[in-house]
């Protein structure tokens, strides 16, 4: 048996999960290929006006999933208690059924943490039903793709390459070895001597040190940000908030009169809040896209926090209208005026004024 995975929205937090809970089973993952022009322009005419880029391009990418027996869907209600994942999450699939290829059934399991684990294992269960698995299979591979994500989560370091890691678990799903002969995804040794190069790199030469916020579904969709990742690590160092500890995250959650309960939103303002307070971070880019609830509220409160810390601060906002050239200049300004700053953060002017980030004048 094939079942179809879409490389987008849920793809890139969960996958290892469900690759490793399908390979127990003894089936096949077939994932859709990474983001083009066509997967985007087809999305598009299967989705409203008013849908979100990401969504857009979950619909874009079922289309290219033609020749499996099923597509998988998961309805990704909360992944740990007292939260709730976005709301797109909890519409899928409904909202997206006019994008299935026709004749390919849609598979579906409801994933519910706030009701506990016995109860998420029930629902997949019953899922378990309809691909002719029984309740034991079903609980064994749970633990098995319990074990990958904890892999991939254990993983995400300043050494974290995330297409490697991909590339690795898709294999594994296969049946075949990783480039690396890694008996489990997030293990090996390449990923150590990654940190400890970039380690050396930071220490001689005294490059820009940018965080990038927001989304994992955004940050690492090259093609829907114009290789936006890639174009900061070609002039900067970069951290991403797949790099902080889930503890760093809920201290600086504190802070807040009234908890979070998006999960996603909690993982972006803990994360924005610490950076936001490292001095050693020259400047802090929040990546969204157009018609985001959840992003329209933490946006301002990152935004809060890091004028506070007289920090540069940029929001690039997405859609599938979003030209290269324009967002190449805002960024290439954005690092020029993070140069000139840093170069200048001990200056005394001659008229009293400190020009440094802690300066009221700037």
Request: proline share 4%.
């Amino acid at each position: 048996m094939k079942i179809g995975f879409p490389r987008a929205l849920f793809y890139y937090d969960y996958f290892p999960f469900w690759a490793g809970f399908f390979y127990r089973l003894g089936i096949e993952v077939v994932t859709s290929p990474p983001t083009n022009r066509q997967i985007m322009e087809d999305g598009l005419k299967k989705t409203s006006d008013e849908t979100c880029l990401p969504l857009k391009l979950l619909a874009g990418h079922m289309q290219t999933l033609k020749d499996v027996d099923a597509i998988f869907l998961p309805r990704m209600v909360s992944i740990e208690a007292n939260t709730y994942n976005c709301p797109k999450f909890l519409g899928i699939p409904e909202s997206l059924l006019p994008a299935v290829p026709p004749g390919i059934p849609v598979l579906s399991a409801v994933i519910n943490w706030r009701k506990g684990q016995r109860q998420v294992l029930k629902d997949l269960q019953i899922f378990g039903l309809e691909v002719g698995k029984s309740k034991g299979e079903i609980r064994a591979a749970f633990m098995e793709g319990q074990k990958w994500q904890q892999c991939y989560q254990d993983s995400r370091g300043k050494g974290w390459d995330f297409e490697e890691e991909m590339r690795e678990i898709e294999q594994l799903t296969r049946g075949q070895m990783p480039s690396s002969n890694s008996p489990k995804p997030g293990q090996g040794t390449k990923r150590e001597a990654f940190s400890s190069s970039l380690r050396q790199i930071s220490e001689t030469n005294h490059r820009l040190r940018i965080t990038l916020i927001g989304h994992s579904y955004l940050i690492q969709e090259c093609y829907a940000n114009l290789n936006l990742l890639g174009r900061l690590r070609d002039k900067a160092e970069v951290n991403l908030i797949q790099h902080v500890e889930q503890d760093e995250i809920e201290v600086n959650l504190s802070g807040l009169r009234k908890k979070l309960f998006w999960s996603h939103a909690k993982q972006i303002y803990g994360a924005g809040n610490k950076f936001a307070q490292d001095q050693t971070i020259d400047g802090i880019i929040y990546l969204t896209c157009f018609g985001c609830g959840t992003d329209s509220m933490v946006q301002e409160l990152v935004a809060r926090k890091v004028r506070d810390q007289h920090k540069p601060y940029m929001v690039i906002t997405l859609d599938e209208h979003t030209g290269e050239a324009g967002l190449v200049t805002r960024l290439e300004a954005f690092l020029d005026m993070v140069e000139r700053r840093k170069a200048r953060e001990g200056y005394i002017s001659t008229h009293g004024e400190r020009m440094d980030r802690y300066s009221n004048s700037l």
